[in-house]
């Protein structure tokens, strides 16, 4: 088969980080190809070179023959490139509609005003040809799910009609059955001739979707293989550069000390009714069940952003939390779902970023001591295994999973007796996955209590020492020892009958 995208000996460097090292890489029409490395490897720097987001120091790319000269994401764009990115682009105050078809000649009249009725009578055109349900839209953007935000964010580059798809970490953001949705979708869009480039961290489903396997690590192509001819432990081998065995640690049993943390009767409308539990010195408390079933209120209400009826104890002391000053006061600290809206500050540096929550405990005479943050920056980024040129680097040049790291880091510089870690490996490749499972390991064996939620069950169940199950905003039971197994999870979060469960609370 002809290969219908060839990217030849292309190199990028960003000053003394050498991003991409004289890499080759082609994919076919009517392929899915998938792209795995871990964060930093080059893979996004790869694709926004395709997309025209920069430019490349050398090297040339062909599509279809043709020689491609990229310098915006317009020029891919009209030659038709669609990119889709991990972090979302679209415009929180406008609607689903307007979104989708936001600065497209043919949404406007002459005097650029969008035409309402057919923007929306286009958007379920839209939706109907890509199966989509469930989103108005007329609904505005920021009011919407970050799952329903990314399939807006898929169909925006779809409706253009793209010969090339690069999807970077598309499934990240969506739940289970938009999981679905989009591997079905996919897999139909191959079938009728499109060059799919898929990035995923998860690899259950580049086995299930992909055809072609490529691996990049330190900025280099390692390695091509065709999907059938291979497996996990293989491609995760040439991803890190060594053999693993599994990236969860070893398992302990786990013995309640004293509470660090009570829940009483917290209720907030229908999505907390009479939620209870006790988090002990030590705990890695695990919370399950489907999305949307009250778990991001009660991260947010530990947090204090949501406000909720029921009472918070801590070391048994009657705590009013109203807000996330207060929480980090007394010791809680929150790992939050989006980094890129709620984690961090971009334009920021990693030092900046990092010592943000302790700039008034860095202070003497009014003045901070630059000293004493720069050891606190310093050990942290040295703990986490954070890749920056240095510590004055800018966030947003790092690479996601070392954003991730830096997020945790921010949060650690408080010292606190609670960790609330909401999704956080979502979106980061295998070996910084492995280095937060340690990492939670440790924190726990130091006293540190962790509320820790997943949409990954195998992480509930290799990590965590007790699972609360939430259905409906209340929590069915607790899964514990050798009753934690995946399969009680998913029968629990479908409010099934789980013979192992306990309902005590």
Same mark, same amino acid.
């Given at each position: ?29 009517? +392929? ?14 790869? $694709? ?17 023959? !043709? ?13 038709? *490139?669609?990119?889709? /990115?991990?972090?979302?682009?679209? $415009? ?67 409706? =253009? ?55 990049? =690590? ?7 293989? !065709? ?19 599994? /990236? %969860?640690?070893?398992?302990?049993? %786990? ?83 989006? =980094?890129?809206?709620?984690?961090? *500050? ?23 001591? %630059?000293?004493?943050?720069? +050891? ?8 986490? =295994? ?35 870690? /909401? ?13 937060? %499972? ?32 939430? /259905? ?16 009680? *999870? ?16």
């Amino acid at each position: 088969m002809a290969e219908d995208l060839v990217m030849e000996n292309i190199s990028k460097s960003f000053g003394e980080v050498k991003a991409l090292d004289g890499v080759d890489f082609s994919a076919n029409c009517g +392929e899915i190809h998938a792209l795995l490395g871990e964060n930093g490897a080059g893979k996004s720097t790869l $694709i926004k070179i395709s997309s025209g987001a920069i430019k490349k120091d050398s090297g040339s790319i062909k599509l279809s023959d !043709k020689q491609l000269f990229l310098r915006t994401p317009n020029d891919a764009i009209n030659i038709g *490139i669609g990119t889709i /990115y991990q972090d979302l682009s679209l $415009i929180p105050v406008l609607t689903v509609a307007e979104n989708i078809y936001f600065n497209k000649q043919d949404s406007l009249n002459r005097w650029g005003i969008t035409f309402n009725k057919a923007l929306y009578q286009k958007t379920l055109n839209a939706f109907e040809k890509f199966g989509v349900s469930g989103i108005n839209p007329s609904a505005v953007v920021e009011e919407l799910t970050l799952s329903e935000k990314q399939v807006i964010e898929i169909i925006k580059v779809l409706s =253009r009609d793209p010969k090339l798809l690069v999807l970077d970490e598309p499934t990240s953001s969506l739940t289970e059955d938009r999981v679905e949705w989009l591997l079905k979708l996919l897999r139909q869009l191959a079938k009728e001739g499109k060059i799919i480039i898929f990035i995923s961290h998860r690899m259950h489903e580049v086995e299930a979707i992909a055809d072609i396997v490529t691996v990049f =690590r330190n900025g280099k192509n390692v390695g091509t293989r !065709k999907m059938s001819e291979t497996n996990s432990d293989e491609l995760v081998s040439l991803m890190l550069g060594r053999e693993v065995a599994s /990236y %969860f640690p070893k398992k302990e049993s %786990f013995i309640k000390e004293e509470v660090v943390l009570e829940a009483r009767n917290l209720s907030f409308n229908h999505m907390l009714q009479n939620v209870s539990f006790k988090l002990h010195k030590g705990e890695v408390l695990g919370v399950g069940g489907l999305v949307g079933q009250g778990q991001a209120v009660l991260f947010l209400f530990l947090f204090g952003i949501a406000r909720a009826v029921g009472k918070i104890f801590i070391d048994g002391r009657e705590t009013n939390i109203r807000n996330p000053k207060e929480a980090m006061n007394n010791g809680i600290a929150l790992i939050p779902e989006d =980094r890129s809206t709620e984690g961090l *500050i971009f334009s920021m540096t990693l030092r900046e970023n990092i010592t943000l929550p302790i700039l008034k405990n860095l202070k003497s005479h009014g003045l901070i001591n %630059f000293g004493k943050e720069k +050891e606190i920056v310093s050990n942290l980024t040295e703990i986490l =295994r954070i890749k920056a040129e240095s510590m004055e680097s800018l966030v947003s040049a790092l690479s996601g999973g070392n954003q991730q790291k830096v997020i945790i880091a921010k949060m650690l510089s408080i010292e606190p007796k609670v960790l609330l870690m /909401y999704d956080s490996t979502r979106g980061v490749d295998v070996g910084t996955k492995a280095e937060i %499972f340690k990492l939670i390991k440790k924190l726990a064996s130091e006293g540190k209590s962790i509320i820790y939620y997943s949409t990954t069950l195998d992480e509930l169940v290799n990590i965590c020492d007790n699972v609360i199950v939430m /259905y409906d905003g209340r929590i069915i039971g607790t899964l514990s020892g050798k009753n934690l197994v995946k399969e009680n *999870i998913i029968k629990a979060s479908m409010g099934e009958k789980v013979s192992d469960l306990d309902t005590r609370v």
